[in-house]
């Protein structure tokens, strides 16, 4: 199981559209088995996935039990092959509660859950809160790849070093961490992202993915009819990125997963 953290301390930039889209699409257009973790205390990919609840378990049990099972806090969606590790507004106490149990390992609690479970999927993509709270430092203990969406302005340039900075540290845990690089999200075809674009590309230290997503209604719409965006406007602009994405991560990043399940598909 390759697990894809989608992280940005800065909110706005598209975090949990593009969490969504990149596992609905590996699973639905690719045939992948995939886990989608809701690792943000709004739960918004619950809620997108009509699995919001407070009576249920959720990633807050996951990282303050311990031994706790993730199957048992693990949803299915309506869509076949991708799961849902849900969250609520619990993870903020879970984060709390983390940081005074020292009694295990506080940075490899998610990472340990998911090993019984890493033979059911193909990949686990994680979805993170605008913060960097232990949460957030499992979500990145865990994960082999991360993924940092970008908006073209000046505040969420001056974030990046920070959060390479913050994946450096966290090598300490997860050596094999590897930041694959910025997705830049709401692209419009304009003089200053056209600019904002080029600076990011010749940046020293941050990867940029050939790949954009433009901006379009279809995305805002989205978040209403709760339908991914391949599902509600395949047509759209957006639609086509996030397929030309994650087209793009598997041949640069996972060739060995490329053919497989397309093939799978193909004959299906």
Known sequence: MKILTVYNM?????????????????????????????????????????????????????????????????????????????????????????LLDIGWPQHKRLRTALEPVKDEY???????????????????????HVVIPIVIDKFTFDGVEVILEQVEDIREYNPGIRVLGGLVTMYQNSDIHRQGLEWLNERPGLSMFQTVIRRSLSISRMTFTCMPIIKQSAQSNPANDYKAFVNEYLHRFVPEYKNVKNEKCANS
Do not use: W
């Open 122 to 144: 193909d990949f686990a993509v994680i979805d993170n809160s605008p913060s960097y709270n232990m949460s957030e430092v499992n979500a990145l203990v865990a994960s082999d």
């Open 10 to 98: 800065k909110g706005g930039v598209g975090k949990t559209t593009t969490a969504i889209n990149i596992a609905h699409i590996l699973s639905q257009v690719h045939g992948y088995r995939v886990l989608l973790i809701d690792n943000d205390q709004q739960g918004n990919v619950s809620q997108f996935f009509d699995l919001h609840s407070y009576d249920l378990p959720c990633i807050a049990d996951v990282l303050t039990v311990k031994g706790y099972k993730v199957a048992d806090a693990i949803r299915h969606t309506q869509f076949e092959g991708l799961h849902v590790l849900p969250s609520n507004m619990n993870l903020i106490r879970a984060n709390k509660a983390i």
